[in-house]
């Protein structure tokens, strides 16, 4: 079992910066990858980004690509996405998951599909 809680959403004017913390407990953090995920209203769940369990390789949707950087501290248990250039879209609610698979290989990050444990999100407003 693994639970997630998510940190640091709040008011952001664009161009702004935040970041986003999740901490896990449960499972050794080390053991599986993590994602973080967002959601605006009306629209459905999308991807952001994704982290394998060693932390050497890394996935990002093409609307964040190069203004999101998504990391770990594994003897924090935590899961990072800091969000620079921030802009109105990027408005939603944020949500950290775990791929709680068995996963062979240290990099591998997983598909959107492979994620089984959620936290209960954090709110990202971006404002003009």
């Known amino acids: 079992q693994v639970q997630l809680v998510e940190s640091g959403g709040g008011l952001v004017q664009a161009g702004g910066s935040l970041r986003l913390s999740c901490a896990a407990s449960g499972r050794a953090f080390s053991t599986y990858p993590m994602g973080w995920f967002r959601q605006a209203p009306g629209k459905e769940r999308e991807i952001v980004a994704g982290?394998?369990?060693?932390?050497?390789?890394?996935y990002y949707a093409d609307t964040v690509k190069g203004r999101f950087t998504i990391s770990r501290d594994n003897a924090k248990s935590t899961a990072y996405l800091q969000m620079n250039s921030l802009k109105l879209e990027d408005t939603a609610v944020y949500y950290c998951?775990?791929?709680?698979?068995?996963?062979?290989?240290?990099?591998?990050?997983?598909?959107?599909?492979?994620?089984?444990?959620w936290g209960q999100g954090t709110q990202v407003t971006v404002s003009s």
């Open positions: 982290i394998s369990r060693s932390g050497r390789s890394t």
């Open positions: 998951a775990a791929d709680g698979n068995f996963r062979l290989h240290s990099d591998y990050v997983p598909s959107v599909h492979e994620y089984d444990y």
